[in-house]
């Protein structure tokens, strides 16, 4: 069983950064989900998928899970890409589309 280790990224319901500073650590499933046949939920035996620790720092996850013995992984966030935009942009002169209302 091996263990992610990864800082999620914001939400798109919401702007705020509240739950993307953290670094959180899940365990990978270790078996397939398989349906039932009789309500058609999803079925697994493998109960470790369903912890998700949080943590603050990197070195804090890293460190649980080599106390621990457990085989990890680190992914790293990607910088977000920053469009920089101006209200004054859209009266520009040289602006690609004529402004129309």
Avoid at 43 to 56: G, I, K, M, N, Y
Avoid at 72 to 100: C, G, H, M
């Amino acid at each position: 069983m091996i263990a992610r280790i990864f800082r999620p990224s914001k939400t798109a319901m919401q702007s705020g950064r509240a739950r993307a500073q953290e670094w959180v650590l899940e365990f990978a499933p270790a078996s397939a989900r398989t349906p039932d046949p009789l309500m058609g939920w999803t079925l697994t035996d493998d109960t470790s998928a369903q912890v998700r620790l949080s943590f603050e720092t990197r070195d804090d996850a890293v460190a649980y899970a080599q106390k621990h013995g457990l085989a990890f992984q680190v992914t790293e966030p990607k910088a977000p890409r920053r469009i920089l935009k101006a209200y004054a942009d859209n009266f520009s002169a040289d602006r690609k589309q004529p402004w129309t209302h």
